[in-house]
């Protein structure tokens, strides 16, 4: 069933999951029991990420270099396949325009449609290492609008969602401006919207809030990660530009080196996150997993 039309149906809320590809040597079994834990919770759609292609150069005998590619983990449709071999549940694999030509898209488009998906992800996608701004292969797109109307031109019959940032995308000048981009993705023809990670719901209510003035009527998603340990306080908002509300910061600091206190602080907040935002009323919360399975359950057991 398409994400769209899950969504018109309405009922209970329930959570949706975010994977990412797993390593190079990992086998199949072992994949699906990392899933199988989310499974009691009746999500109704995974979102399986991808990795653009990157490139290294070997120094040859002779004093020149060969270009090579390095790909360390399995593909997202791959591991989509494998999800819908074993479990009854919807598959979302990301697209993105890094790293790939229009006709490799359209080819990967091929490859979903041959396997009976029918929902995708449609994103940028990030810079390479050492590139200041996104800058597209010869023959990709430049912006996520332009892949989401490649993808309805494809088979229009594809529901596609796109990401959107509460605290705003790091390369726009302000939150109007993100917003004003992120209508232009859906007049393309996006079904939905998932947000980037926050953790503080009154960001994400008045991002809703915005997008709704701005003339977005989609349906908005809340995406959440509970924090794990003390250093995320850095790395998170270095990696993802987003901001960590001192009262969090100051408990997970408060934490220090006790992992387990960390833990736990970061899964209650993100208990008391969702559990907010459903009785805020949202039909989904999107959990970013990272590939661990224990605190995203003791959270779903909480909220579901």
Same mark, same amino acid.
């Given at each position: 069933?398409?994400? @769209? ?30 899933? %199988?834990?989310?499974?009691?919770? @009746? ?7 991808? +990795? %653009? ?17 390095? #790909? ?12 819908? @071999? ?31 998906? @029918?929902?995708?992800?449609? /994103? ?28 309805? #031109? ?14 705003? +995308? ?11 981009? /992120? ?30 003035? &701005? ?48 833990? %736990? ?11 907010? /935002? /459903? ?6 919360? +999107? ?5 661990? &399975? ?11």
């Amino acid at each position: 069933m398409k994400i @769209s039309e899950i969504l018109k149906n309405g009922g209970k809320a329930f959570p949706s999951l975010e994977i990412v590809p797993p390593l190079k040597g990992l086998t199949k079994t072992e994949l699906i029991e990392s899933i %199988r834990p989310f499974m009691e919770f @009746s999500p109704k759609y995974i979102n399986v990420t991808c +990795h %653009r292609d990157e490139y290294e150069y070997r120094q040859k005998p002779d004093g020149t270099y060969s270009r090579h590619l390095v #790909r360390n983990r399995i593909s997202e449709v791959a591991v989509c396949g494998a999800i819908m @071999s074993e479990f009854d549940v919807e598959t979302v694999p990301h697209i993105i325009c890094g790293g790939a030509t229009a006709e490799e898209i359209e080819c990967e488009l091929y490859n979903l449609r041959f396997l009976g998906i @029918s929902n995708v992800m449609a /994103l940028r996608g990030d810079s390479i290492v050492g590139e200041k701004r996104f800058t597209p292969v010869r023959g990709g797109y430049r912006y996520a609008s332009e892949l989401v109307e490649a993808v309805k #031109r494809f088979d229009d019959t594809f529901s596609v969602g796109v990401g959107g940032y509460p605290e705003k +995308h790091f390369e726009s000048p302000n939150i109007e401006t993100d917003i004003a981009n /992120l209508k232009k993705k859906v007049d393309s023809g996006a079904d939905y919207i998932i947000t980037q990670m926050f953790f503080d719901n009154n960001v994400f209510y008045e991002f809703v809030g915005k997008c709704r003035a &701005a003339g977005i009527t989609v349906p908005i998603i809340p995406g959440l990660k509970p924090l794990s340990t003390a250093n995320q306080l850095t790395m998170l908002p270095e990696a993802f530009s987003l901001d960590i509300p001192f009262e969090l910061t100051e408990a997970m600091t408060r934490a220090g080196d006790d992992k387990e206190k960390a833990y %736990r602080t970061g899964t209650e907040w993100c208990i008391m996150q969702c559990k907010d /935002l /459903l009785a805020h009323g949202v039909p989904v919360v +999107h959990f970013y997993t990272m590939g661990r &399975a224990r605190n995203i359950v003791e959270i779903l057991k909480e909220c579901f």
